[in-house]
């Protein structure tokens, strides 16, 4: 067994432990219904002996009494076995799976960019039903099977030996059978689930780039790629039901020979006067029994091997360390100013491919400090270092004098807002929509501030108003709705520090100018951080900072900048024209 196999076996046994009792009555119900198994030939041996070959037919109705009662109570400790395996199966999975939820919440922004969505849903659902069977049948029967085969093999060698040795000759062949089985059916089993993983990785992709796959007229390429994936999961799968499928003829041929070697040598043994007749009879049905046993193990192999492989997957990721982590003495931060400090940044994605170096800024409270720069320069990722979405791999960043790494993750991101360049939307009202960050929020809260956020009349025009579902049963917003939606969502939390993605990137030039007016209402009083391509819109910031290939290489006023004649006012330059050429074309339409 893999060293692997064996600690995530013991981190599962771990999770048994929080239902101690439910486990004790499950192994006393396998315990007994082994006993059930093991007493009928034992009865029969001694109705065959005691009762036909000596002749008292009066007592014949009792060993029948005995093995109708014996399978009633065999029947009870089986349904308490089986609901109590199922329960604490539920019971475990559902742990698991909460904690893998959890912990896939917890992980940081850098686990996600490398990520695949597909492969992480086939975890959470397909790998975690994997384990579930193993744990309601796959452990109960096993451990059944195994005390059956041992308890057989006791009772054999006590009854007696010379038989019993025959029959053992075929247990090494039966182990080395099952090893060799296991050996080869484990590594299937992970290419299966990977296949799996890679087969929904490929729906979910294709689900979520539809449009972009109808518009380059890619839905042919798409197919094909699907129909290869397909095939080659269904070869995987069919490649392992071949090898499995060599097992049972294997045990029928083993359990054969055995019964006839136990027939011929028993015979003789029984004529001779060495064992009674009930004797072989005996040997017989455990020898019958025992194909039971031996060949559901090996088949359960599957199982386990599968359920081995899905546990890897799991504790795979719940082994992952958030990259992002509180020090031990976090401390809340208190409400702030606004003072936000860059001190000597630099930060990488990748290892040696520097993103950010050698930031360095303060923004005073209340500030409007605009970010500007050709795209990939690092603008974005300059503002996620603020939330800790990401850490810097030097330097340090302070908000009012503290230090971003000593506080809580919850407080430092509970302060500032956020407008992202794509807007996310849960499935669920408008209404729940922007008060996403603040559920408590009135709903003259939310109005107030779907008004600063040019939302509200849109919304109130909808038939059903505020309570309007978002997404597929409801309405389809456009990019620039979402963003003032999202503009909604952040101002009703009344961040002390906003940080603003493009917020005006989809708007139409009548709503951005409108948008324009809403966002100084919004940004007064707050420290704010803004990114933008059209640059006539960060005229009036307090700073601009000019980012090229990950460094500040300007800074100052929009007429400082202009005057120095440098990348600022190329880009400005060439900003206005764009407009200009935007605005005659919709002039023209
Ligand atoms: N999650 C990520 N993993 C690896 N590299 C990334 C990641 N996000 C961004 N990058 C890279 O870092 C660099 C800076 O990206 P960033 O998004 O900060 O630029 P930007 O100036 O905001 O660009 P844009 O104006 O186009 O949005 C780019 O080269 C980009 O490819």
Not at 148 to 163: D, E, H, P, R, S
Request: aromatic residues 8%; contains cysteine.
């Amino acid at each position: 067994m893999q060293k692997s196999t064996l600690k995530r076996g013991l981190q599962l046994l771990s999770y048994a432990g929080n239902y101690g009792w439910a486990v004790v009555g499950v192994v006393i119900s396998v315990l007994m219904s082994t006993v059930f198994v093991l007493l009928p030939p034992w009865l029969i041996r001694y109705g065959i002996d005691n009762l036909i070959i000596g002749e008292k037919p009066e007592f014949l109705w009792l060993l029948g009494l005995a093995l109708v009662g014996i399978t009633l109570l065999k029947g009870v400790v089986d349904f308490a076995k089986r609901y109590g395996a199922e329960y604490i199966a539920q019971r475990i999975i559902h742990d698991v799976r909460s904690q893998l939820y959890d912990h896939l919440n917890q992980l940081s922004f850098s686990f996600y960019d490398s990520a695949r969505t597909g492969d992480i849903m086939s975890r959470i659902t397909a790998d975690t039903d994997a384990l579930r069977k193993f744990l309601s049948k796959v452990s109960v029967y096993v451990s059944g099977n195994i005390l059956t085969i041992i308890g057989i093999l006791a009772v054999m060698i006590f009854w007696n030996l010379q038989l019993a040795l025959l029959y053992l000759i075929m247990v090494p062949l039966m182990v080395y059978g099952m090893f060799k089985y296991s050996t080869q059916v484990r590594p299937m089993f992970r290419r299966v689930r990977c296949k799996f993983s890679n087969l929904t990785e490929i729906i979910q992709e294709d689900l979520n780039g539809i449009e972009s796959i109808k518009l380059f007229g890619q839905e042919k390429k798409e197919k094909e790629d699907f129909i290869q994936e397909n095939q080659e999961y269904v070869n995987t799968r069919i490649e392992t039901a071949q090898t499995s499928a060599l097992w049972m003829p294997y045990v029928n041929f083993l359990v054969g020979l055995g019964s006839s070697l136990v027939i011929w040598y028993g015979g003789r043994l029984v004529i001779s006067g060495e064992i009674s007749f009930g004797m072989l009879v005996g040997f017989i049905s455990y020898i019958a029994m025992l194909l039971r046993p031996v060949r559901q193990t090996g088949m359960m192999i599957n199982s386990a091997t599968q359920a081995a492989a899905a546990a890897e997957r799991i504790f795979d990721i719940l082994q992952m360390e958030p990259e992002i982590q509180e020090v031990d003495n976090a401390y809340e931060l208190p409400p702030v100013d606004g003072r936000v400090e860059y001190r000597d940044v630099s930060f990488s994605y990748q290892q040696d491919e520097e993103v950010l170096t050698g930031i360095n800024l303060t923004a005073k409270p209340g500030q409007l400090i605009a970010i500007v720069g050709p795209s990939g320069a690092g603008k974005s990722t300059l503002l996620h270092l603020l939330p800790r979405f990401y850490d810097p791999d030097q330097g340090e960043i302070l908000i009012d004098g503290h230090n971003i790494k000593e506080l809580t993750i919850g407080s430092l991101r509970s302060q500032i807002g956020i407008v992202l360049q794509d807007t996310f939307l849960f499935a669920a009202s408008i209404k729940d929509n922007i008060s996403y960050g603040r559920p408590e929020a009135s709903m003259e809260e939310i109005i107030e501030a779907a008004k600063i956020a040019q939302i509200n009349d849109y919304i109130q025009s909808l038939p059903l108003g505020y309570e309007t579902p978002v997404g597929e049963e409801g309405v389809n917003l456009s990019g620039g709705q979402k963003q003032r939606l999202a503009m909604a969502r952040v101002l009703l939390t009344d961040p002390q520090l906003l940080l603003l993605d493009e917020p005006t990137s989809s708007l139409d030039a009548e709503t951005e100018e409108q948008m324009q007016q809403a966002l100084s209402e919004v940004i007064k009083g707050r420290t704010t951080f803004i990114i933008a391509h059209r640059l006539w819109t960060v005229e009036r910031a307090d700073q601009i900072l000019v980012i090229d290939n990950g460094r500040i290489v300007e800074q100052g006023s929009h007429e400082e900048l202009v005057s120095a004649d440098r990348l600022y006012s190329q880009l400005y330059s060439r900003s206005l024209s764009d407009r200009l050429i935007s605005e005659t074309a919709g002039d023209k339409r």
